[in-house]
């Protein structure tokens, strides 16, 4: 069996895993890894630092609940391990935490612009990497950033996952309806924690598209 790589400068995105769920062998960044704790559950470890033998699962509802349902987790361990019914959920949560720990992160950076005006300066400038939204912002300055986005080369991906309150309180700010992240670091790192939450949730309210289609907002 091949041991955990210690060494820090080996990157995840260099490194390949074996998905539990499929048999694929993909890379790490698109995996989440799971130990198994004191009593025998199994733990998810997002940050990759738990001690013990990983297991890995493809960042996504389905792989995760395959591999619960099916007791893969116990075959790789090679001993009885329990899964919670929830596992899913229970990852979903994590990573929500981690995409909004992440944008308080790049807002102390000075990395994060808020507010529609300065938002709209930004996507203009051609140095945003996201746009968030709030999930339940008006669609009226909404519609008329995303109509912004869309016409960057190339177009600026959007996330609508979160609620103002929920924004506010990763910033530390009232009010938080219209947010970008420039691109950089802190952006590649929060790419690939909100591609992960993707496999779990939907990145966009479906009502969104439905105004986009009616022309709403415009």
Known sequence: MRAEPSSPSVSANDRDRKDLASGEVMPEERLIRFVAGPDGAVVPDLARKLPGRGMWVEASREAVETAAKKNLFSRSAKAKLTAQPDLADLVQRLLAKRVLEQLGLARREGVLVNGFEKAHMALKSGKVA???????????????????????????????????????????????????????????????EVRKLAGFRPLLPPSWREEARNGRGG
């Open 130 to 192: 996201w746009l968030i939204e709030a999930s339940d912002g008006s669609p009226d300055g909404r519609n008329k950033l995303l109509a912004a986005a869309a016409r960057q080369t190339p177009p600026v991906p959007v996330v609508g996952a979160f609620s103002a309150e929920e924004l506010g309180l990763a910033l530390g700010l009232e009010n938080v309806i219209h947010v970008v992240l420039l691109a950089g670091r802190r952006a590649d790192r929060w790419t690939e």
